[in-house]
T-cell receptor, first 113, second 113 residues
Framework: GQNIDQPTEMTATEGAIVQINCTYQ??????LFWYQQHAGEAPTFLSY????GLEEKGRFSSFLSRSKGYSYLLLKELQMKDSASYLC??????????????FGRGTQLTVWP | DTEVTQTPKHLVMGMTNKKSLKCEQH?????MYWYKQKAKKPPELMFV???????INESVPSRFSPECPNSSLLNLHLHALQPEDSALYLC????????????FGSGTRLTVV
């Protein structure tokens, strides 16, 4: 089976740094994605990791450790507009489920002024 | 063109109606997906088309009928839906089923009355 775990809610203040963790246990692995989703809108792509290490893109960074089944999304210099749900998703590399994304439940981040 | 376009954005239908959701992309992507998302839940995969052929059906009830007329278009035909089918329906595409990230459309907010 597939199990992807991330915290349900987090809060932080404007200008701060927040780290959203994701742990996964899946029967196949072909990359881990982070998406941002504002209420009532579609998910938008933030980052992709397939090899161990840190990927940095502006205020957002994502880290992956395949041996530990662990990833985190780091958001720096938080802004009010960063209040959203953050979805961790693992892509399968197996046969009939090839390419399928398995999503975690999402972490609702609230940024306070 | 780097978008996935979904129409309509909102749809209200009765339980005896027949309606269709439409999804279009012109990025040359050969894999297309339908996801269903309930409030405060992650997206759930419904169908995957790869090279215009249905490759994954996640045991979706027959009242949902997908169709892929060509490599740019994906439809979801709806008939005799139930109120619990009310959700955000998301279309996504990727270059191929096994590789690359998804691009999501903005979704259709469906309400069944």
């Amino acid at each position: 089976g597939q199990n992807i775990d991330q915290p349900t809610e987090m809060t932080a203040t404007e200008g701060a740094i927040v780290q959203i963790n994701c742990t996964y246990q899946t029967s196949g692995f072909n990359g881990l994605f982070w998406y941002q989703q504002h209420a009532g809108e579609a998910p938008t792509f933030l980052s992709y990791n397939v090899l161990d290490g840190l990927e940095e893109k502006g205020r957002f960074s994502s880290f992956l450790s395949r041996s530990k089944g662990y990833s985190y999304l780091l958001l720096k210099e938080l802004q009010m507009k960063d209040s959203a749900s953050y979805l961790c998703a693992v892509r399968s590399d197996r046969g009939s489920t090839l390419g399928r994304l398995y999503f975690g439940r999402g972490t609702q981040l609230t940024v306070w002024p | 063109d780097t978008e996935v376009t979904q129409t309509p954005k909102h749809l209200v239908m009765g339980m005896t109606n027949k309606k269709s959701l439409k999804c279009e992309q012109h990025m040359g992507h050969r894999a297309m997906y339908w996801y269903k998302q309930k409030a405060k839940k992650p997206p759930e995969l419904m169908f995957v088309y790869s090279y215009e052929k249905l490759s994954i059906n996640e045991s979706v009830p027959s009242r949902f009928s997908p169709e892929c007329p060509n490599s740019s278009l994906l439809n979801l035909h709806l008939h005799a839906l139930q109120p619990e089918d009310s959700a955000l329906y998301l279309c996504a595409s990727s270059q191929s089923q096994g590789n690359y990230g998804y691009t999501f459309g903005s979704g259709t907010r469906l309400t069944v009355v």
